[in-house]
């Protein structure tokens, strides 16, 4: 079975400070991965996507993610965070269903704290 | 954009009560799920529905819960007899069966059980 380790429960950073949010997963022949993002409260947001092609995704507000087949990582990025940017971040990857279909098994989350 | 909808938002119910949480997926999709996400932990899965049947469940999904898809465009979850551990945010997703898998997510029914 699949499963998704972010190595870091929570990560404070000054606004405008870059940030990083690691992410690993167990191995697999063909891997599809994710980051969510929850804002207080609310529910959860595609950030971006990794299904193939090009290992470097990129999302509309900034962020990036890398993904890295020979270290079975997926870190998030980005260059210069926002206030706006806090929030609750969790990396995922399918795992199909034998009788079809997939399920997404989810990382822990990290808890992004953006501070003035 | 098509997105998946999920009602009520917030549902307070007592110990032992039946609750239903509701959800509309996105209208040509074919497989249906719901998650679970306790306050502070992550987001587990619990069931998935394709075909009119349960394609996999995890040990959370007891005898307590159960899913159908009553009619063309709803997709529910029922918990007969809520416990004080059921309180949750619940989530309903749904893919249109695409290699990835990726999934769209509800907003969440967020469960309190008093």
């Known amino acids: 079975a699949q499963s998704v380790t972010q190595l870091d429960s929570q990560v404070p950073v000054f606004e405008e400070a870059p940030v990083e949010l690691r992410c690993n997963y167990s191995s697999s022949v063909s891997v599809y991965l994710f980051w969510y993002v929850q804002y207080p409260n609310q529910g959860l947001q595609l950030l971006l996507k990794?299904?193939?092609?090009?290992?470097l995704v990129k999302s509309i507000n900034g962020f990036e993610a890398e993904f890295n087949k020979s270290q079975t990582s997926f870190h998030l990025r980005k260059p210069s965070v926002h206030i706006s940017d806090t929030a609750e971040y969790f990396c995922?990857?399918?795992?199909?269903?034998?009788?079809?279909?997939?399920?997404?098994?989810f990382g822990a989350g990290t808890r992004l704290f953006v501070k003035a | 954009e098509p997105e998946v909808t999920q009602t009520p938002s917030h549902q307070v119910t007592q110990m032992g009560q039946e609750v239903i949480l509701r959800c509309v997926p996105i209208s040509n999709h074919l497989y249906f799920y719901w998650y679970r996400q306790i306050l502070g932990q992550k987001v587990e899965f619990l069931v998935s529905f394709y075909n009119n049947e349960i394609s996999e469940k995890s040990e959370i999904f007891d005898d307590q819960f159960s899913v159908e898809r009553p009619d063309g465009s709803n997709f529910t979850l029922k918990i007969r007899s809520t416990k004080l551990e059921d309180s949750a945010m619940y989530f309903c997703?749904?893919?249109?069966?695409?290699?990835?898998?990726?999934?769209?997510f509800g907003p969440g029914t967020r469960l309190t059980v008093t």
């Open positions: 990794y299904l193939s092609g090009s290992t």
């Open positions: 997703a749904s893919s249109d069966g695409t290699e990835s898998g990726e999934q769209y």
């Open positions: 995922a990857v399918s795992e199909g269903i034998m009788a079809g279909g997939f399920k997404t098994i």
